[in-house]
């Protein structure tokens, strides 16, 4: 019976749908972009015709929208907010790349490139839009018929997986993700899709030429993972989510089985895994660590793209930034585990509806707005629950909170217990954990005589390789810090790299990523040929 009321649901959701395609008129009737496509441009001009006035003078290559054609072949066209006339011989349609919206707070687009234009819309994160050019920070797009102007630093390129069309009607590609929207192309049942994001029920698709948005409950997934041909498996310069990074890890491991191992470590305590992966086949090992707090997801950017780099250029058998990486790889493997905290991330990224425990989070933070939150889901601060002298810690928070709060008893977490037990399980050379903000580097931890001495040593280098400060000695009592208890256990150096200029309580902005991968894009390898010396 619930089978049949499934089915039931889904073929009254397709009906709604093909009754909105059957009112609709040709695709060609929508708005569209064109671009100027001659070497003297072209007049804009008040009415259709070459007696009229001109409005100004289009150069070649500038972007506009059409919202109809003539039978005179008079384009009505808006270029910057200003609307006219000019003759559709003298434009092309214009070819958009496929980009995500990469901010939480929504994307807004406008009507010229400037942040005191007109507020055209406000596109919801994760919606998929066609950019058609970017200059001086600013990205010509188009979502529906909404054409604009939006911040080239809140956009970024989409993580792609395969998907077989399951209805046998077919289905009707919309131009928005919703019933609302126009009907612009019908995909076939048993046709393979590429999938570039979900949105509330949506699943925005492309296949040859064709891409836009159906309902993605006729989707199916279960098809292996598609490795795409170019080396770039990965754009850091977004938000990345923790479905977003399996999907990478799993897209890495398959194309490259011969020098990686991916495993899962652990889970969350809302059962979201955690994953580590090796990349190399050296038979000393180090740990690169990341997101152990939720708030600091960017550093989950840094290892994805070191993966994604040192991949390539092993495989290619090349060199980056002075190191042979298949050289030093093979001598020293580097595990990394790029997401410490996916509960956690998961309610920073994409709020409290997108968590289990919405109603604990609610009541714990006090608001929605969930950007300061640092702990995991239940409120306890990871990086205090490792059983480093964790009895002795004085300045936890009495309770669940945002931060700080140390938990009942160590290892009280799942998150902290299964990279402790990673830790100790393999015997690895050096730990380096990721955080954020301050540009600042942490080593201490009561070290003595030689072992003080290298991992100072070691500290200092990777304050030069970055331009960090090195803090002195904390002395700390009770610390329960994830890189103080690899410190404890191993007797080798443990380190923390507080990566970007600080930005107080609140996740780093994109804004800040160039700067940080280029003072960060080689600290694997250098820490990986370090620990083949000892």
């Given at each position: 019976m619930?089978?049949?009321?499934k089915?039931l649901?889904a073929f009254?959701?397709?009906?709604?749908?093909w009754?909105?395609y059957t009112?609709?008129?040709?695709?060609?009737t929508?708005?569209e972009v064109y671009t100027?496509?001659s070497g003297?441009?072209?007049?804009?001009?008040e009415?259709?015709s070459?007696g009229?006035?001109?409005i100004?003078?289009?150069?070649?290559?500038?972007?506009g929208t059409v919202?109809?054609?003539?039978a005179?072949g008079?384009a009505?066209?808006q270029v910057d907010?200003v609307t006219?006339y000019?003759?559709i011989?003298?434009?092309?349609?214009?070819?958009?790349?496929?980009?995500i919206a990469?901010?939480?707070?929504?994307?807004?687009v406008?009507?010229?490139?400037?942040?005191?234009?007109k507020n055209?819309a406000?596109?919801k994160?994760?919606?998929?839009?066609?950019?058609f050019s970017?200059r001086?920070?600013w990205?010509f797009?188009?979502?529906?018929?909404?054409?604009?102007?939006?911040?080239?630093?809140f956009?970024g390129?989409?993580?792609t997986y395969?998907?077989?069309?399951?209805?046998?009607?077919?289905?009707?590609?919309?131009n928005?993700?919703?019933?609302s929207?126009a009907?612009?192309?019908a995909i076939?049942?048993?046709?393979k899709v590429?999938?570039?994001s979900e949105?509330?029920g949506w699943?925005?698709v492309?296949?040859?030429?064709?891409k836009?948005?159906?309902?993605?409950?006729?989707l199916?997934?279960?098809m292996p993972v598609t490795?795409p041909s170019?080396?770039n498996?990965i754009?850091?310069?977004?938000?990345?989510?923790?479905?977003?990074?399996?999907?990478?890890?799993?897209?890495?491991a398959?194309?490259?089985?011969?020098f990686?191992?991916?495993?899962?470590i652990g889970?969350?305590v809302?059962?979201?895994?955690i994953?580590a992966?090796?990349?190399?086949n050296?038979k000393k090992?180090?740990?690169?660590?990341?997101s152990?707090?939720?708030?600091?997801?960017?550093?989950?950017n840094?290892?994805l793209?070191?993966?994604d780099t040192?991949?390539?250029?092993?495989a290619?058998g090349?060199s980056?930034?002075g190191?042979n990486v298949r050289?030093?790889?093979?001598?020293t493997?580097i595990?990394?585990v790029?997401?410490?905290?996916?509960?956690g991330?998961?309610?920073?990224?994409?709020?409290a509806?997108?968590?289990a425990n919405k109603?604990s989070v609610l009541s714990?933070n006090?608001?929605?707005?969930?950007?300061?939150?640092k702990?995991?889901?239940?409120g306890?601060d990871?990086?205090d629950?490792f059983?480093?002298e964790?009895s002795?810690?004085s300045?936890?928070r009495?309770g669940p909170?945002?931060?700080?709060?140390?938990?009942?008893y160590?290892?009280s977490e799942?998150?902290a217990?299964?990279?402790g037990?990673?830790?100790t399980?393999?015997?690895f050379?050096t730990?380096i954990s990721?955080?954020s903000?301050?540009?600042?580097?942490y080593w201490?931890?009561?070290?003595?005589a030689?072992?003080l001495s290298r991992?100072r040593?070691?500290?200092g280098q990777?304050?030069?390789l970055?331009?960090y400060?090195?803090?002195?000695p904390?002395?700390l009592t009770?610390?329960?810090?994830?890189a103080?208890?690899f410190?404890?256990?191993?007797?080798m150096?443990g380190?923390?790299?507080?990566?970007?200029p600080?930005?107080?309580e609140?996740?780093i902005?994109?804004?800040?990523?160039?700067?940080?991968w280029?003072q960060?894009?080689?600290?694997g390898?250098?820490?990986a040929n370090e620990?083949?010396?000892r």
């Open positions: 619930k089978k049949s009321l089915q649901g009254l959701i397709l009906l709604l749908i009754n909105s009112n609709v008129t040709e695709a060609s929508f708005r100027v496509n003297s441009g072209v007049l804009l001009r009415a259709p070459t009229s006035t001109s100004q003078h289009l150069t070649n290559g500038t972007f919202f109809s054609i003539d005179n008079w009505r066209i907010g006219g000019a003759p011989n003298f434009f092309k349609k214009a070819t958009g790349t496929i980009k990469n901010s939480i707070g929504g994307l807004i406008r009507e010229s490139p400037s942040p005191t234009s055209l406000t596109l994160y994760k919606m998929i839009i066609e950019e970017a001086g920070g990205s797009v188009q979502y529906g018929n909404i054409t604009g102007y939006v911040a080239s630093n956009i390129k989409p993580i395969p998907a077989i069309v399951a209805s046998k009607s077919g289905l009707v590609v919309k928005i993700a919703s019933t929207g009907s612009i192309a076939p049942n048993g046709k590429e999938v570039h949105l509330m699943a925005y492309s296949v040859g030429d064709t836009g948005y159906v309902v993605a409950s006729f199916t997934k279960e490795i170019t080396n498996l754009n850091p310069k977004q938000v990345i989510t923790h479905k977003e990074m399996t999907t990478f890890l799993q897209q890495i398959a194309k490259y089985p011969r990686t191992e991916l495993k899962q889970t969350s809302e059962k979201r895994p994953y992966i090796r990349i190399g050296g090992e180090v740990l690169f660590d990341a152990i707090h939720a708030r600091e997801h960017m550093t989950t840094v290892l793209e070191m993966i040192y991949s390539a250029n092993y290619s090349s980056y930034l190191f050289s030093v790889l093979d001598k493997a595990w990394f790029p997401m410490m905290n996916p509960d991330v998961t309610l920073v990224q994409l709020g509806n997108a968590v109603a714990i006090g608001s929605s707005d969930f950007n300061r939150w702990s995991n889901i239940r306890v990871l990086n629950n059983d480093s964790w002795k810690i300045n936890s009495p909170s945002y931060m700080q709060y140390r938990g009942p160590a290892f799942p998150e217990k299964a990279l037990n990673f830790m399980s393999r015997p050379k730990n990721y955080h903000s301050g540009q600042i580097i201490f931890n009561y070290q003595k030689l072992e991992d040593g070691l500290a990777l304050s030069q970055t331009g400060k090195v803090m002195p904390q002395y009770g610390s329960g810090a994830s103080d208890y410190i404890q256990e191993t007797g150096p380190i923390v790299l507080e990566i970007s600080y930005v107080g609140k996740p902005p994109l804004s800040n990523w160039d700067l940080i280029k960060n894009a080689k600290v390898l250098y820490v620990a083949a010396k």
